[in-house]
């Protein structure tokens, strides 16, 4: 059996529960009112559509059509991070883009060919959700990794040029920086995995209960799930420096002074 449906006269219901953070918003002047409004119309709209579309997909299931669509959904990824970071598009666009695609697929072969051991790894049902989370989780840790690290290189260029100048290889002279990153960026997944199950049930396994799963199965997929979301996201943060250090420094490996968007 699978889960309950909710009639579209219900989900109408079910907007009312926005009007109490508009009313907080507006009581305290916050200028979040706007913000919200627009984020729940989009989040409506867009759902709706990725609903029929995936309807699609799911019918069709071409092995094509998936990876086009994970391709297409990395690279929107890619341009929301670097946008949320401020960085210039121009030098970071390849560089992220490049690491979350082989990141991604290369943990999605694994887990799906290895651990599930699914006839056709591409299966629409498995490969488009399951990428969407690691997909979705890897971004907003980029976000707060590209922050930091590009930050703080930009505000402490004398302690790498420091490290430079007594010997350290670029790899040594940025280490600090990449450890400040890591530990930012993943400290919020590490703890989110510590206790999940004992302060939050999870969307996936909550969602195959739902849909008539048995809670043992739902267990072990949610597992693997928070493993492969911490490996993700952290190869996607470690990568994503690397490969973009490759772009960032001119000859005499000095930061570049146009790495943000409008500088």
Do not use: C, H
């Not at 280490?175 to 989110?192: C, G, H, N, Q």
């Amino acid at each position: 059996m699978g889960a309950q449906d909710i009639s579209w006269w219900d989900l109408s219901l079910g907007y009312i529960l926005v009007l109490i953070p508009i009313i907080v918003f507006s009581y305290f002047k916050t200028g979040l009112v706007k913000p919200t409004l627009i984020a729940t119309a989009r989040m409506t709209v867009q759902l709706y559509l990725i609903g029929l579309y995936l309807e699609y997909i799911f019918t069709l299931n071409n092995i094509w059509i998936n990876i086009g669509w994970v391709i297409l959904m990395v690279l929107i990824a890619s341009f929301t991070a670097i946008k949320r970071s401020y960085l210039n598009r121009k030098i970071f666009l390849f560089p992220i883009f490049l690491s979350m695609l082989i990141v991604i697929f290369a943990v999605d072969f694994y887990f799906l060919g290895v651990v599930v051991k699914l006839d056709f790894l591409f299966d629409a049902k498995y490969f488009i959700p399951i990428t969407g989370m690691l997909i979705g989780n890897s971004m907003s840790n980029n976000i707060v990794a590209f922050n930091t690290y590009f930050d703080s290189l930009d505000k402490n260029q004398t302690q790498y040029k420091f490290a430079l100048a007594n010997g350290a290889t670029k790899l040594e002279a940025l280490k600090s920086f990449i450890k400040e990153a890591l530990v930012k960026s993943l400290s919020p997944t590490i703890a989110t995995t510590s206790v999940v199950g004992l302060i939050s049930l999870p969307g996936m396994m909550t969602g195959q209960i739902l849909g008539g799963q048995s809670p043992a199965v739902a267990i072990k997929y949610q597992i693997m799930i928070m493993i492969t979301i911490l490996v993700t996201s952290m190869m996607t943060v470690i990568l994503s420096i690397l490969i973009s250090n490759r772009f960032i420094f001119d000859k005499m490996e000095m930061p570049l002074k146009n790495l943000y968007s409008g500088k």
